[in-house]
DNA sequence: GATGAATGAGGCTTCATTCAT
DNA sequence: TATGAATGAAGCCTCATTCAT
């Protein structure tokens, strides 16, 4: 199974000879990613993504009318048509819901959420309301998508009695949410606040995945002595 | 149970020309609450929190020494501050920790979450990497005392039996997260992208406490008899 | 004999009682010279002079126009009419033109170049070309009369027969030049430029004497074995 | 002897277009030496500088950082850097300590004290106290290799016999202060007070030599055979 | 007269963007 | 195409000066 990159990888690079003027725009939206996603959109400044990129100033806007220009184009270079993909690789998924569900978020979370590339959401919520062209195009091509992924998740955990029964439309959030939180803690506070106990993300998703599971109540079956909810 | 306003509600200048040294600063705290708010740290002039707030450039200065210093003055007028209030509301609420769950998430929605100043919470962490600073007094002054709260929520419901017993560190972010989630998706892409279904954050909370206590999966032994969120 | 002060000391202060309305631009004057010798014209906040006088901002454009105005009105405040009276302590003085010479050297240090009022003349020179009405001002109040000072010592030692006969209009120099140096000295780079072997001004002005009554050059009468100048 | 080129002498610009990156920083520092020394450091604006260059306001910083670094850069290309030469220059030197003196002020006076150039001790002087840093870059950077220079012409006259001993501690002002004097009379009262009997600074200098030379008084034995300044 | 809050021109500096080569 | 020197609008902040109280 490889629920695959969500971002581009640029591999541009035909065989690191003859290249220059084809892999312009792609080196160009490399450097940028790096720097974008690293500094933010105003703190990034334009000569240092030509700089990274290995051309000048000037041949920057070559290829991009301006930086909110190249911002887009980052954005949208960045999301892949690898939905399908994913998505097969789940219906083709044998084994129970919480398995699936599992197996899905570790692996989003090592394939796209400890990438560099997962800077890219990170950007795209920070920057949405001052870009709302972009916010609507990533709601239409990531976040979209993504939903009916964990919707086709937890499904067939309720179709096959595992799961309850639940209002669809939230209950995707609780799959989501814990993922968002995580990319936007490790691109924010994480990123720059020194802490002692810092989140380690595979250990946070085990733990999610077993408060989503199982809730942090206590079975009923277990006689709870008291404190039950409705007891 | 009453917790307490959690935001400063600036009420409007007393006439035009008695508002004086004293309602200067809240006005600009005000006005700046906004413009952070709406376009973000970087993008928010300084000229523009002055121009809203009524007065001229120079004004602003003579309150706050910088735009920075107007930030954190923001910070603390809107969020930080109000804890020893909260703290005590929750130590004395008498019911059950399921019930003090309910009732601190949605409370934290109608007098934070519903709030402009909730907009600073999602300020912050978009703008984290390029103000370190300012990331660090966020997290000294909003998120080690929110967490403590959390935790202690989460504590008594162990203490009493009615909460499983998990991992404390991993255990606060359960909450944590789709709380901020709520926040972050409300103030960008809920923000600016047309919804035919939008979140309504009192369902969504609600649905979240849901599968917060009882988790997805259906109880090992109770047969459906809880778990449907209609029944 | 007292060679006395050619800056004001405000002696305002009436009895330190009933003063207040009329003493202001007095204590204004003071506070500014000081704070104009300390940091220069441009450097000198306004409202510094004010709180250092115990004013507020405004006050002190009731008194002054403008900070120009200000400084200008230091300057001739500054400037004393005790000339006549050093003069007519010159010309009591009975000794040799040497001693004369070594007397007001040193008194004019010890009354004048010790003194925080010296930075007036140091202040006029360095603002003189913003000031050019200033620099004449000062260059008819206090610089012609000094310099007939000097001439009227100088004078008395050729007639005396105990100087030389030298160009009188350059010999003035002779003088002036060491004393004004020792000026800019203390009130520039000797300020704020740490250094192990400052200047001890006492010592210059007796070694300036030394030299400019005896110079350099070994005295003919003693055969120089070789290196003088004529030989 | 030729105490070579004390200043830069920026060229004019090649063509009008062709001014390229390596005459830019040239013009930038021939305007800024102009504009310094004609309204002192502060009064002076970096725009103005560069429009005096012929540039925008910009293309100055990119050349040197602030405008303080533009200072340094002033001084260093105007005043410091010929010290070596200097010094060879004299070392080089064959005749009397006397003879070295004289050919040394009056060179000193026709290369530095009369250019531009000397503009910039009357400034440093003048805005020591405003910026200590640059003070020490001066003190550091000029005033003591000057300082070491004059020592060494005295010493060769004491070394001689030529010279009469004297603490060289002060001695060395005997011949610093009429020439740091000169400066300041130039640039400051001088240069904006009209005089019918201006000083010529040659003849300044011719004067204050032979004083400096063989002082005041007359000499002991030598009844008037020398010391006329005519004879 | 006295105050001190308010003003706003103006300074330094940055940086996206242009354009002659 | 590519370059990188040059531009100049714009931002933050200062501070002399004004003016309502």
Redesign the interface.
């Given at each position: 199974m490889s629920l695959s990159s969500l971002v581009n990888d640029h591999p541009a690079a035909p065989a690191k000879r003859a290249r220059r003027k084809e892999a312009r725009p792609g080196e160009l939206l490399a450097a940028a990613l790096d720097l974008f996603v690293?500094?933010?959109f105003?703190?990034t400044r334009a000569e240092e993504v030509a700089k990274r990129a290995g051309v000048s100033k000037g041949t920057l806007f070559l290829y991009f009318s301006s930086k909110e220009d190249l911002f887009k184009a980052v954005v949208r270079d960045s999301v892949s048509g690898r939905y399908p993909e994913w998505r097969t690789e789940i219906q083709a998924f044998k084994g129970s819901a919480?398995e699936l569900?599992q197996r899905s978020m570790h692996t989003w979370w090592s394939r796209y959420g400890a990438t560099k590339a997962s800077g890219i959401s990170k950007l795209?919520?920070?920057?949405?309301?001052?870009f709302?062209e972009l916010?609507?195009f990533?709601?239409r091509e990531v976040?979209e998508p993504g939903r009916e992924l964990i919707r086709s998740i937890?499904q067939r955990?309720m179709d096959s009695?595992?799961?309850?029964?639940?209002?669809m439309?939230?209950?995707i959030?609780?799959v989501?949410?814990?993922m968002?939180?995580?990319l936007?803690w490790k691109?924010?506070?994480g990123?720059?606040?020194?802490n002692n106990?810092p989140?380690v993300p595979e250990?946070?998703i085990t733990?999610?995945i077993?408060?989503?599971?199982?809730?942090?109540?206590?079975?009923?079956?277990a006689h709870?002595?008291?404190?039950?909810?409705?007891s």
């Open positions: 690293e500094k933010g105003s703190a919480s569900l795209v919520m920070s920057e949405a309301t001052n709302p916010a609507m990533y709601q976040v937890l955990g009695g595992e799961f309850r029964r639940l209002d439309k939230y209950g959030y609780t989501l949410a814990p968002l939180f995580l936007m691109h924010s506070l990123a720059c606040v020194p106990a989140i250990d946070y733990a999610q077993d408060t989503i599971l199982h809730g942090l109540c206590m079975p009923p079956a709870a002595k008291k404190g039950n909810k409705s």
